[in-house]
């Protein structure tokens, strides 16, 4: 396992890094969002992940350990590929993507071209669990989807629900969330 490369950037093209090290030149898929840092023929030190899509090894990386770190757990996500984990990469920075993730802004997430209010959820669930140690109980997400059907925003219940004290009942939550909505 690899946890980084210095190489000198020889180049860049659409979708991968070109690394010269040793007289081997690597390939490396890599977010644009990261090669607004780059400059060709740099001596770099990028951070590295390698992953195993479709019965492919593939090679990502990345300018720092942050934003590798948080490819790898956007990758685990089910129904997440490889673009749709860079899409999220490319439209924000890492600073941007831990407050979105933090206080579970969805419509943000749902900005991005290609991605869903079913996967924008997964995502916010699975990122607030990983980093945050969040997680909706079954009893939290009965209410936010019975709220959503009623025309509520996700993002709005979103940030009443998480602060909700699990010990309230299904009832007592609704009310709650309903009570504090109008005040985020």
């Known amino acids: 396992m690899k946890e980084y490369i210095i190489a000198k950037l ?11 090290k040793d007289d081997v030149c690597y390939k490396f898929y890599y977010s644009k969002n990261d090669a607004k840092q780059l400059k060709l023929n740099d001596q770099l030190k990028l951070y590295i992940s390698t992953i195993w899509i479709e019965n ?31 899409k999220i990469l490319d439209n924000y920075s890492y600073q941007e993507l831990i407050e979105i993730f933090r206080i579970g802004d969805i419509d943000k997430i749902l900005k991005i ?3 869903g209010a079913y996967t924008a959820k997964l995502i916010i669930n699975a990122i607030q669990k990983a980093l945050f140690n969040n997680q909706l109980s079954e009893k939290k ?11 509520y925003k996700t993002k709005d219940i979103y940030k009443v629900i998480i602060n909700a004290d ?7 939550l609704t009310k709650y969330v309903l009570l504090n909505i109008n005040n985020v």
């Open 10 to 20: 020889e180049k860049i093209d659409q979708n991968y890094l070109y690394l010269l």
């Open 166 to 172: 699990n010990k309230l009942n299904t009832d007592q």
């Open 141 to 151: 997400q009965k209410v936010l989807i019975s709220l959503e059907k009623l025309g």
């Open 113 to 115: 071209k290609g991605i």
């Open 56 to 86: 492919e090894i593939k090679d990502f990386a990345f300018v720092n350990q942050d934003n590798r770190d948080l490819f790898e757990i956007l990758i685990k996500i089910n129904t997440i590929g490889q673009k749709t984990v860079l």
